[in-house]
């Protein structure tokens, strides 16, 4: 059963530090219109396909009040290139322009419900969640992408109008939990139907 947050939610507060020694809470995008929380990580072929599309979409909206955090839950034990330190050099190299937060207990990614790397989450301007899912359908391979459901989402949001697409799913791989296998989903998970 799916524990990923349901349409119409309220967004999950988080506090959270990030790459650039700064701390982040919704209360850091208060002026956002639109706010676009992803779930991301280092490693994940998926992510890194879409690294650059993640540029530039933040790049094309910021402009027009839209916010986005990425998140990375990710254990590090076993992979340690999601680590604090190395996320550090992953937005150094990439030239993040957003900001990119580490949780390292995965509280905020059991709130949220987090499937996979990358999962979007768009929430309006009283952040409710209005879109989630995946960014469009080849995250893996730039330039093949055929729909873009994330940016389709937005821009219906900025228009005040519906997203025409409301629920997709994730294209990635799983987060990938403490002392878990990647199979394991966690029993708060339940909780947050």
Known sequence: MAFTLQLQAQAP???LPGVD???YSLASFADAKVLVVV?????CPYVIGSEDRMIRFYNDFAKRGVAMIAINSNES?????DSFEKMVERAELGRFP????????????LKYGALRTPHFYVFDE???????????DNPRTPGA???????DAVEALLEGEKPPVELTNPIGCNVKWWGKSHH????EACDLV
């Open 13 to 15: 507060n988080f506090d």
């Open 21 to 23: 020694g700064q701390r």
């Open 39 to 43: 779930f991301s990580c280092n490693h």
């Open 77 to 81: 034990k076993d992979h340690p290139e």
């Open 98 to 109: 957003f900001p990119y937060v580490r949780d390292e207990d995965q509280s905020v990614a």
């Open 126 to 136: 009283n952040r409710k969640l209005r879109y989630t899912g995946r960014m469009d």
């Open 145 to 151: 992408e055929k729909t873009h459901e994330l940016r």
């Open 184 to 187: 394991w989903m966690p029993p």
